[in-house]
């Protein structure tokens, strides 16, 4: 009995281990969320921007840098097999872990090529990498955005919108009326005043029928 129950304990811890330390193959989520042989990861110490995040190019053109990067990392990684070293359990259940495929750190390799960040609130494993990627204008690099973090606290900020859809700042300044849309560099900063005159938007097209024009940055 004593030995049954010794047994049954020690597939129990193994079981535990392996979770624990997941790997299989990846199924990409975004740029720093992985599924890994049925696991949720998150992978430590990196953070790369949401998916419809913008970026503007040295040309001023604003794209879809976040959608750019969830399908550059799908390409690399999407069917490859993975092994996980784990670190924590995030609030939302994740695993946290570094995971290397072919022996590479895949958090090292999107941070050098610029298309993650070194999450320094978290680690700063990566950071040498960050700031090299950063001088030779690698990936996201050669563009400007905002940090994935940043973006993430203005996107919530706009839920204070009374219509979560309509999430657009109408703001009235001395430079005129301008609106800012979420993800914008100064969307989070900028309040809007009703009985000034200011407003919410559901579109730009609305905003600029109504001769609001769109924030320079």
């Known amino acids: ?27 990409v989520i975004d740029g720093d969320t992985f599924d890994v042989g049925g696991e949720r990861v998150r992978l430590h110490g990196i953070d ?20 750019y990067v969830q399908d550059e ?3 690399r990684y999407q069917g490859q097999r993975a092994t996980c070293k784990t670190r924590d359990v995030d609030r939302y259940g994740r695993i946290v872990a570094k995971c290397f495929v072919a022996g590479r750190d895949v958090g090292a390799e999107l941070v050098a090529d610029g298309l993650a960040l070194a999450y320094v609130k978290y680690s700063r494993d990566y950071v040498t990498l960050e700031k090299s990627a950063s001088v030779q204008n690698r990936g996201l690099w050669s563009s400007t955005y905002e940090r994935p973090a940043v973006a ?4 919530a900020r706009g839920r204070d919108a009374p219509d979560p859809n309509c999430a657009i700042k ?12 979420p993800g914008d560099r ?20 609305e905003a600029q029928r109504a001769g609001w024009r769109r924030a320079g940055q």
């Open 152 to 155: 993430r606290q203005q996107a």
């Open 48 to 67: 790369a921007v949401e998916v419809g995040q913008t970026c503007r190019s040295a040309q001023g053109v604003r794209w879809d840098c976040g959608t």
């Open 73 to 75: 990392v799908r390409a």
């Open 1 to 27: 009995m004593v030995r049954c129950a010794f047994f049954l304990f020690l597939t129990l811890f193994s079981a535990t281990l392996a979770a624990a330390d997941p790997s299989g193959v990846i199924r």
């Open 186 to 205: 100064f969307y989070a900063r900028t309040g809007i005043n009703e009985n000034r005159g200011e407003r919410w938007f559901c579109s730009a097209s």
């Open 170 to 181: 109408g703001n009235i300044s001395k430079n005129g009326r301008i609106y800012h849309m």
